[in-house]
Every structure is written in structure tokens, then in C-alpha cells.
């Protein structure tokens, strides 16, 4: 596919059929409202081109009618196009449940993958055919935008937070991958193939090459960051318990309350103080520059990992149930990695 | 429209001047004075307040700045023959779209109907001497060409490599360009856009003449109008936001760094706020053209006036509330996106309100085949495909694929050089008797206008097909499956290139040799039309009445309403 003169780009998703759909009826309009204008135009100026230099048309000053229907009808199919476009695009935004996860880092001038087994690619995404494929992307540096043509869709990648796409291709191949958004001397060079496999061959290319996957990455970077020293599993630790944290409503010090999706957790990490968790302390430091973007999705993977042992019920905390320490300044804490804020307050007893 | 003013028809065929005033009765037997004749030197034009010469100045400078950016634009085009990047180096490329979107857009485009035509033009139509703030416009001039004295300089010591949208935190933290030089001449160059648009503002409310009521105003005028209302409203916002983008990368300050809190979505949101609008401060214009020579050239009152006036303000007015269609897969909420498509769909109304408009106009007309003509019905024709094209880009699940792909270069280039440089060289011609006092070759016009269209065609069809099949923009090397699509664009860059060269020479030839031209070379109505050609320094000897409606051709008691 990657030659010729094509006109129309292979159609390899769900989503693509839909999108194209969109494009032909749009086509179908505009074609018709070109032809429209310009044959009026043609016909008007031939059959009253001017014949006699002094020719002076009679004046026509209007017509409310004709304004009305060219006002209304246009109107209404921009309306109608409107809902259809607006229907495709919130339903591609909506991620199905069950969706395979993939960690894309963007990063002048190459792409970063790694999938929950622990493969990592470089500029390739290996996926399998009629699964759906959500991505978790953030940039290294710049605005990216992870674009696959075929499948109709894109997405900017953006430093400082994640953003999401979701795909489930329905051909079997290689396509295009590209950066989308402008990012510097080798823009046009951060480009790289998704290539979409049958499940068999899929399973197959996933048992070889893997290292350990991103939970288990993670984890260790949980304990080599000394996380752990704070954010106990036994709720004694001057942070908050992370078990069962991933998608929970947290309750924050100041009256708010949010879920613990991955931006949350990443700003926790870097920014601890943003965000402090109802009855702790603002002690915990800054992880910026410690960890790599990669380093923090991995994390988030671990952390998401923690399921909390048979507590579903989410008590709100205590005036008086967190045991801290002493205000104590972060320093004195004995490891980098003084705990305070980043998780929900501990929920069970 | 008729005026009241004394004496007898002169040479030209002018209605009413009174006679040549007694001190200069010799040359004016030989040579009448007027705005081009009146003084000679560099000092005369340098320092005066005349709002026709101060048109040509801004002529002059603009039509330099084209050349530059059209230069730029050539290279870019030789360059994407071949699938790679083997004319110049990466680096280079990217200067050189950047600095071709800087040139055209700031540099150009913003300025060129308005700054020149609607220069000249504006006060003539509203029956005044000059603008209201002559040394203020003579001012604006300056400051444009300060600003473009900084963009110059940046070019010349090395360039800029950020696209002309400057997004962070490439433009803020990465790039090792000349980016606040660039951005300090914007930020500059918007003040002579800001001071235009106060200027036309307050002439078009205080020195209409007597009798030019709102409804009589010429259509050039009310868009005009409308454009000013958006380079007083929008300008600030983006000498603002390049002057965060300069102070962010000469001190740190996290305004759009995510590392310092700062948030590069932030920017884009700025960037556009007055980005988008700006869109409209450079068709609008045209649009008013486009008006004036429908009419004109059809010898017709321009069909449904106030739909056009009316909708040159609804566009004015909408298009500060689209922004964030360019920002659909940048990371704005899904409901962001839903409240902005919807207005997008809006904002289409009134320009497709304008294109029936102009065509009915047309009809039972004289309708003249000249020059002029042409280029307006190719704008008309072009200005349809680039609108409708917009209707993709604001359907959000297709924006989501062709969002940053050639399509939306092509859609943007159909709107920009399809109608606001169609309707820049239509008027340029329509109005040129009346500028230079002399006949441009009607021949060559017409050549010109076709081979503009058909290369123009040829250069920016393709990129839709190359778009949709997702040809990334600002790409140096790319897939050669794109390989034929783009030889067909740069074939038709070069037939462009031609189209844009003859009325540069054409124009140039007929300055030393074209026959003198009439007052109303056109038989068309306007005030314009009633002063001699080229006018006098006061444009008007007596004050003109105006008694009629707009483009009163015949008379009206003929007038017919359907």
C-alpha cells in the first residue's frame, strides 16, 4: 500500500467508515452547491453579458422570499451536519469497556510504546484485529499528535498531562503512523507503522521480547523511590493507602473532591502540594526530574494494579482517624520519598 | 448617487468641478493637478497625509512583502517534488513555511485591502477629504513597516522555524530561532492594524456626507467597517499573547510551561482568539470588494444590500466565538468542542447568505466581461469551494482526521488566495483607472485573471485529496505515494506564479504608458466615480450631497422588487 497514485485512503477501522460516510455526504453537498453557483454564474453572465455599452438593467432591490430559503435551507443542512458530526465524534471519544492498554510516550523525534505485557516498541505499534485499543499518551517535550490515517483518527500528545484515543481496527496490515503537530527539525520524520495482526499472530508476537510489564516496572520503582516508606499498604504510613485508589473519588483537604484518573496521580507525583489529600499534610516532595514519563506511567500502571482488599465501601474519614506525624518539614523524613499527598485518605478501619 | 456641485462637466467627461482655481490656470490647461502631481520627492510621500498616497505607500510595501512571501512559497514547492527532503535541509524547510505564514499573513494579507484599496477608497466613498486622523494614518504606515523592519531582520540573521502559529513550548522552550524578533514585529505591526481600524471607525461615524445616511453607505464600506470593529477588538489579544511567548522564553515566567505549572493548551486558546477572527479581517475586505464590482460591472444595485451589510457585522461578530475549532483534537473537552462546531456551523450562514446574494445580482444585469469581472466570479466560484470545504472542518469527527493534513492548507489557501487575493486583484484592477489615472492593458487583465484561476486551481485541488488521505502539513519529507498529487501542485504553483507576475508588469507599463482614463471608465455609480481620475488631494472640490440610494442605476420608479 505504500505506492501508487491513490485517491482515498484504506479504511481500517471502525470508526473510518463512519467518518467516511460523513466526508461523501459532505462532498455530495458541496458538489451540488458549486455546481449550483456555478452554473448560475455562467448562465448569468452569458445571457446577460452586455450587448450595447449603454445598456441600464431595470433595478432589483431584492427579495425577502429567496433571502428567507437561502438563509433557512443552508441553515438546516448545517444543523443536520452539525448533530451527524457531532454524534461520530463523541462516540470515537468514548472509550468501550474492556479496551486493551497502551502507554504511548511522543518525544522529539520518535514514538514510544509499551503495552501492559511489557513490550516496548519504537516508532510501531503491534495490535490486534477487532480489539479495542486505548492509548494513554503524554510528550517528553513538545505538542505531538499521534495520527492514523486509516483509522480516521488523531490526537494531540501533550507535555505536562494525558491525553486518551481509542481504536479497534477491523483490517489486517501496516499503516501509516504520523506526527501531526508541528515539533521541530525532524517533524516530518516522526513517523512510524501500526501494524495489525490476526489475535493468533498477535499472541505469538506478544510472548517474545517482552520485559516486565509496566505494573511490574512499576512496582519496582515504587520501592526504589521509597514510595512504599509512606504509602503503606497497612494504612500507618503518613501518606494515604493506595489499594483501590485508581478511579475512587478523593476527597481533598479545602472541601473538594476528585476522581483519581491517571492526570491526577502524575500531578501527585510531580507536584505533590497541588492536591493534598483530606487529613494529611503537605509533606511530601516533589518527584520532577527523578522519574521519566515512561517511569510515571508506570507507576499509574502499578498503582492501578493495587486492588484494596475487600473494601468497597468508601467511609468519609475521620476528624481524628489519620495518624500523622508531626508537621515535620520534609527533610526530616529519612527517605526522598515522604509521603503526604498523591491518594485518597484511608477508607478502612 | 448623485451629487450636487458646481460647474461644468471638464475633459474627463466629470461632472460639476468648478474651474481650476486662478493661481494655477497655465499647467492645468496641460495637466490637471492631482494627488499623483501635486508635489514631487521622496519627502513629499514620506511625509504626507494624504490617504491615497499613503495607500501607495502601503502599495509599494506590500507588494514587496508578497514577492518575499511568494518566494518562500516557490521554494517550498520545488522543494515537495520529490518524496524527500533533498533541495534543502530540514531545518531550512521549516523556516521557510514559517516565514512564507508570517510574511503572508501578518505582512500581507491583514493589510492588503484594507491598508490599500480600503486607504484609498474609504474616505472617497464617504464623501471626505481624507480620514479622520490623517497623521495618524500616515503613522499606522510607519509602525507597519517597523514591524516589518523586525520581521526582515530576523529573517535576514538566521530566521524562524515555529510555523506562524508560534505553539509552545516549542516556540518558547525548544526552538533556537529568531522567534522574539519575529514576534516583536507582529506585536508592532499590530498597532498600525489597530490604528487603521480606529481610523475607518471614526471616519465612516463622523465624516460621511450630508445625505449618506447607514443604509446609503457603499457595501466596501460596511465591510470595512466590520473588519475594523475585529482589528480594534482581536489585535490587542495577540500582541498580548507573543508578548507572553517572548517573556516565556527570555524569563521563565510558566505562563504555558507545564513544568512550571503553565499550560501550553492556554496559548492555543490566545493564539486563536484573535487567529481566527483575523480570518475574517482579511476576507471581509474582499467580500466588500467583490460587492462593489458585482455592481459595477453589472450596472445593478447589489441584490438583498442589507443581507450583505448585515451580514458583514454577523460574521464580525460570530467569528470571535469559533476559536476553538482549530483546537478540536488539541485536548479541549469534548463539550468545548461540541459549543464550538455548532457556532461554526453559525458563522457559515451569513457568507453563504453573500455568495446567493452576489449571484443574483447578476441577474437580468449588463453583466461586462472585463477584467474585474472575472476575478470576481472567480472569487465567487472559489470562495463557494473554500466555504464549503470549512463545513468539513467544523464537523468534529471529521475534523478529527483531517485536522493539521493538507486539507485544511487547501481550505485555508482557497479562502485566503482564492478570495482575499482574487478580491485584492480584482479591485486593484477595477480601481486602477481611478488610482493611477491610467488604463491598464484589458487583454493582458484577462489573460492574467484565467491563468491565475486555472493555476491557482491546479496548485491547491490536490492538496484536499492529499489531506484526506492524510499528507500531514509542514512536512519536509513525506510517503511517496503523495508523489503525483504534489508535482500536480507545484506544476500549478508555477502557472500561479506567471498569473501573479503579469500585473506587476502590466500595472508598472501602464503608469508610464496606458491611456489617460475617464472619471467612470465603468459607467458604474459611486462617489468615486464622480471625482476626476486620478483625484485631486482634496477629492472633493465642493462638498458633495448625496440624494440617492446606493448604486441607483436607472430610474427608480423602474425598480422592480421580486
Known amino acids: ?349 | 448617487m448623485s451629487t450636487h456641485t458646481g460647474g461644468a462637466p471638464d475633459a474627463y467627461g466629470r461632472p460639476g468641478l468648478p474651474p481650476p482655481p486662478p493661481d494655477r490656470p497655465v499647467t492645468i490647461a496641460k495637466e490637471r493637478v492631482n494627488y499623483l502631481n501635486v508635489s514631487y520627492g521622496v519627502r513629499s510621500w514620506l511625509l504626507t497625509t494624504d490617504h491615497k498616497r499613503i495607500a501607495l505607500l502601503y502599495l509599494g510595501a506590500i507588494t514587496v512583502m508578497f514577492a518575499i512571501g511568494g518566494l518562500f512559497a516557490t521554494v517550498i514547492r520545488l522543494e515537495l517534488i520529490t518524496p524527500p527532503g533533498d533541495m534543502v535541509q530540514s531545518e531550512t524547510y521549516n523556516k521557510l513555511f514559517t516565514m512564507h505564514g508570517v510574511v503572508m499573513v501578518f505582512f500581507f494579507l491583514i493589510p492588503s485591502i484594507p491598508a490599500v484599496l480600503g486607504n484609498f477608497l474609504l474616505p472617497i466613498m464617504v464623501g471626505a477629504r481624507d480620514l479622520a486622523f490623517p497623521r495618524i494614518n500616515l503613522l499606522s504606515w510607519y509602525i507597519y513597516m517597523i514591524g516589518a523592519a523586525f520581521t526582515m531582520y530576523a529573517m535576514i540573521a538566521g530566521g524562524v522555524d515555529t510555523g506562524w502559529t508560534f505553539y509552545v513550548p516549542y516556540s518558547t522552550h525548544y526552538s533556537n530561532t529568531h522567534v522574539v524578533a519575529t514576534g516583536l514585529g507582529i506585536f508592532i505591526t499590530g498597532f498600525s492594524s489597530i490604528l487603521t481600524g480606529l481610523n475607518f471607525i471614526v471616519t465612516v461615524h463622523k465624516m460621511r456626507a450630508p445625505g449618506l445616511t447607514w443604509s446609503r453607505l457603499p457595501l466596501f464600506v460596511w465591510s470595512h467597517y466590520a473588519t475594523s470593529l475585529i482589528m480594534i477588538l482581536g489585535t490587542p489579544v495577540i500582541a498580548v499573547t507573543v508578548l507572553m511567548v517572548a517573556l516565556e522564553r527570555g524569563l521563565h515566567l510558566g505562563i504555558f510551561d507545564p513544568a512550571l505549572g503553565g499550560d501550553p493548551v492556554l496559548f492555543q486558546h490566545l493564539f486563536w482568539f484573535y487567529s481566527h477572527p483575523a480570518v475574517y479581517i482579511m476576507i471581509l475586505p474582499a467580500m466588500g470588494v467583490i460587492s462593489e464590482i458585482v455592481q459595477g460591472m453589472s450596472r445593478k444595485q447589489v441584490f438583498g444590500y442589507s443581507f450583505i451589510a448585515v451580514s458583514s457585522l454577523a460574521i464580525a461578530m460570530l467569528g470571535f466565538l469559533v476559536w476553538g475549532h482549530h483546537m478540536f483534537v488539541a485536548g479541549q473537552s469534548t463539550y468545548a468542542g461540541l459549543v464550538f462546531s455548532g457556532i461554526s456551523y453559525m458563522v457559515a450562514i451569513p457568507s453563504a447568505v453573500k455568495v446567493f446574494n452576489w449571484t443574483a445580482t447578476l441577474y437580468k444585469g449588463s453583466v461586462s466581461l472585463d477584467t474585474p469581472m472575472l476575478y470576481a466570479a472567480g472569487f465567487i466560484g472559489l470562495f463557494t469551494i473554500g466555504g464549503l470545504t470549512g463545513l468539513f472542518l467544523a464537523a468534529l469527527g471529521l475534523d478529527v482526521h483531517v485536522h493539521d493534513t493538507y486539507f485544511v492548507v487547501a481550505h485555508f489557501h482557497y479562502i485566503m488566495v482564492g478570495g482575499a487575493i482574487m478580491g485584492y486583484l480584482g479591485g486593484l484592477h477595477y480601481w486602477w483607472p481611478k488610482i493611477s489615472g491610467t488604463t491598464y492593458p484589458e487583454g493582458w487583465g484577462r489573460v492574467a485573471a484565467i491563468i491565475i484561476f486555472v493555476g491557482f486551481n491546479l496548485t491547491f485541488f490536490p492538496q484536499f485529496i492529499l489531506g484526506y488521505l492524510g499528507m500531514p502539513r509542514r512536512y519536509h519529507y513525506y510517503p511517496p505515494e503523495f508523489q503525483v498529487l504534489h508535482v500536480m501542485s507545484s506544476a500549478g504553483a508555477s502557472i500561479l506564479a506567471v498569473g501573479y507576475l503579469l500585473p506587476l508588469v502590466y500595472f508598472t507599463w501602464s503608469m508610464r504608458y496606458g491611456k489617460p482614463a475617464t472619471a467612470n471608465p465603468w459607467d458604474a455609480r459611486g462617489l468615486e466615480w464622480e471625482i476626476a481620475s486620478p483625484p485631486p488631494t482634496e477629492n472633493f472640490l465642493v462638498q458633495p450631497v448625496v440624494t440617492d440610494a446606493t448604486y441607483a442605476y436607472g430610474a427608480e420608479e423602474e425598480a422592480k422588487i421580486v
Open chain 1, 1 to 349: 500500500m505504500f505506492s501508487g497514485f491513490p485517491l482515498f485512503p484504506p479504511q481500517a477501522s471502525t470508526v473510518a467508515a463512519r467518518v467516511d460516510a460523513l466526508y461523501f455526504f459532505l462532498i455530495a453537498i458541496s458538489t451540488f452547491f458549486s455546481i449550483l453557483i456555478a452554473t448560475l454564474l455562467v448562465v448569468f453572465v452569458v445571457r446577460y453579458r452586455r450587448r450595447r455599452d449603454e445598456d441600464l438593467p431595470r433595478p432589483i432591490h431584492g427579495s425577502l422570499a429567496l433571502e428567507l430559503t437561502w438563509t433557512v435551507i443552508p441553515l438546516i443542512i448545517a444543523l443536520g451536519t452539525f448533530v451527524w458530526s457531532a454524534d461520530v465524534f463523541v462516540s470515537s471519544r468514548r472509550v468501550p469497556p474492556g479496551a486493551m492498554q497502551v502507554y504511548v510516550v511522543g518525544k522529539r523525534w520518535m514514538w514510544k510504546t509499551q503495552h501492559m505485557t511489557g513490550q516496548r516498541e519504537i516508532n510501531q505499534l503491534h495490535v490486534p484485529i477487532g480489539v479495542p485499543v486505548k492509548l494513554t499518551m503524554t510528550s517528553e517535550d513538545v505538542i505531538h499528535s499521534f495520527y492514523i490515517p486509516a483509522f480516521r483518527t488523531k490526537q494531540d500528545v501533550i507535555p505536562g498531562r494525558y491525553t486518551t484515543i481509542w481504536f479497534q481496527a477491523t483490517q489486517t496490515g501496516t499503516f501509516h503512523l504520523f506526527c501531526a503537530e508541528y515539533c521541530g527539525t525532524k517533524h516530518s520524520q516522526m513517523i512510524g507503522s501500526i501494524e495489525v495482526m490476526e489475535p493468533s499472530a498477535f499472541q505469538s508476537w506478544l510472548a517474545g521480547g517482552a520485559t516486565g510489564s509496566p505494573a511490574q516496572e512499576g512496582e519496582k520503582l515504587f520501592q526504589s523511590l521509597a514510595c512504599i516508606t509512606c504509602h503503606r499498604a497497612d494504612a500507618q504510613g503518613r501518606g494515604p493507602r493506595l489499594e483501590g485508589l485508581f478511579g475512587r473519588t478523593v476527597h481533598l483537604s479545602g472541601g473538594q473532591t476528585i476522581v483519581a484518573d491517571a492526570d491526577y496521580i502524575r500531578e501527585s507525583i510531580l507536584n505533590p502540594t497541588a492536591k493534598v489529600v483530606e487529613g494529611y499534610q503537605p509533606i511530601m516532595p516533589t518527584f520532577q526530574g527523578l522519574v521519566s514519563e515512561e517511569g510515571i506511567m508506570q507507576l499509574i500502571a502499578y498503582i492501578q494494579s493495587l486492588q484494596a482488599p475487600g473494601a468497597e465501601v468508601v467511609a468519609p474519614p475521620g476528624a481524628g482517624g489519620i495518624k500523622l506525624l508531626p508537621a515535620g518539614a520534609p527533610g526530616a523524613a529519612a527517605s526522598p520519598a515522604a509521603g503526604g499527598a498523591a491518594s485518597p485518605a484511608p477508607r478502612t478501619p
